[in-house]
């Protein structure tokens, strides 16, 4: 066989083997970003609940103002942030820990819990919540794959010509877990 046919097929094979690592880190990336998406209509979601289980806790909780006031701000302050997974994350948390503080102080007003619509929004806060988490774990396994092949030995040396960086991880807590709240929220 002609060595220039051998070095044209290994100069073929090499460059379908990069293209293929290209577009996994492609992959990758847009992974990441639909997940994020998804991430966002789920926080979008439990942001439209917010306002409604204020007004219904308003109405059987006066004594509840100064929370929920900073619960709505909170909320305000969540959907202003789109910044980095990170900067949200620490956004959410607050939100997170104040509307815990909230349900734990609902116990307190057995009419409230009573409450027919109180009921049907919290079990929409929690659906929403599970979502919220679906969607989280989903992102975080896209960004570890993607963070794997941007550090990864050959992917690396085409991620780092491309242009792909590695992504953050997004963490915030789940509303379910009722650890104990503090109370001056």
């Not at 293209?19 to 979601?45: P, S």
């Amino acid at each position: 066989m002609d060595p220039a046919i051998i070095v044209a097929i290994v100069a073929l094979a090499l460059l379908l083997f990069v293209f293929g690592m290209y577009n996994r880190l492609v992959r990758a990336r847009n992974h990441c970003t639909e997940a994020w998406h998804n991430i966002d209509t789920e926080l979008k979601r439990r942001y439209d609940l917010i306002p409604n289980l204020v007004n219904c806790v308003k109405g059987y909780a006066s004594y509840e103002r100064a929370l929920l006031e900073k619960i709505t701000a909170l909320r305000q302050e969540c959907v202003a942030n789109n910044g980095s997974p990170e900067s949200q994350a620490a956004s959410e948390n607050k939100l997170v820990r104040a509307l815990s503080a909230l349900l734990v102080r609902v116990e307190n007003y057995p009419n409230l819990k009573a409450s027919q619509n109180y009921l049907q929004l919290q079990e929409e806060l929690v659906n929403t919540e599970d979502r919220i988490q679906a969607a989280r774990r989903f992102y975080n396994g896209n960004v570890r794959e993607n963070n794997n092949l941007v550090e990864m030995f050959p992917t690396n040396l085409i991620a780092s010509i491309g242009g792909f960086t590695r992504r953050e991880f997004f963490e915030i807590a789940d509303l379910r877990e009722r650890s104990v709240p503090d109370a001056s929220v």
